[in-house]
């Protein structure tokens, strides 16, 4: 079995870091278009398709191209592949929580009781999901981010750094939200919200 990267920007080598500290020790490949061809396990990104039934898939698609990581982990899904997950040794998972395939858990991280992950979530540096939250497929929680009780984030939304979630907040999919943002009501699908208290606004915000 091989171990193959989807992306390997900057988002990719932080991934291979929380690789490292796992227990896998499987041939890894790599697919992305800045790569040198000089080695036989590196590979155009578009090649994915060809490879898609024979690895563990650890998707490194960032949160500028939210659809796209949608998008994977259902060609993955509906393939006989198989996404892998990652939780770092310094991050508590209740035993209670529901971790779907793919999902990506970093450093000192917190997921309380009955808490969902869908597939290909990622929770980055430094989270605190509260008890009864449900983060729907190909989400990116960023770096310090507070999600209160009885939560639901929709499909392949971005939550920026800083960002505090309320209780009983519903997010919808698609959704993006900019960096130390309050959420104190529920946000529909499509919107980019921002701010504290949280603004919807008319166009959307530049993700750096």
């Known amino acids: 079995m091989n171990i193959s990267f989807l992306g390997f920007g900057e988002l990719g080598k932080q991934v291979e870091l929380l690789l490292n500290s796992s227990n896998y020790d499987y041939p890894r490949f790599y697919f992305d278009d ?33 659809s796209l990581r949608l ?5 993955i899904s509906n393939a006989s592949g198989k996404l892998l997950n990652l939780v770092h040794p310094t991050a508590y998972v209740s035993p ?3 971790v779907s395939s793919g999902s990506l858990i970093y450093p000192m991280c917190n997921l309380d009781k009955e808490v969902f992950l869908g597939k ?12 009864n939250c ?31 979630i309320s209780n009983d907040i519903v997010i919808g999919n698609h959704v993006h939200i900019g960096i130390g943002t309050v959420i104190t009501q529920d946000v529909p699908d499509d ?3 921002i701010g ?10 530049k993700l750096n």
């Open 191 to 193: 919107a980019w919200v």
């Open 34 to 66: 800045k790569l040198s061809r000089t080695s036989n396990n590196h590979f155009y990104f578009n090649e994915y398709i060809n490879h898609i039934n024979n690895s563990l898939w650890l998707l490194c698609v960032g949160y500028k191209h939210m």
């Open 134 to 164: 449900e983060i729907q497929d190909g989400s990116y929680i960023s770096p310090g981010v507070t999600i209160s009780g009885n939560v639901k984030i929709g499909q392949a939304s971005f939550v920026g750094s800083g960002t505090v």
């Open 71 to 75: 998008k994977l982990i259902t060609e």
């Open 96 to 98: 209670l929580a529901n």
């Open 196 to 205: 504290n208290p949280q603004k919807i606004l008319n166009k959307p915000f």
């Open 120 to 131: 290909g979530v990622l929770i980055n540096n430094s989270v605190t999901i509260s008890h």
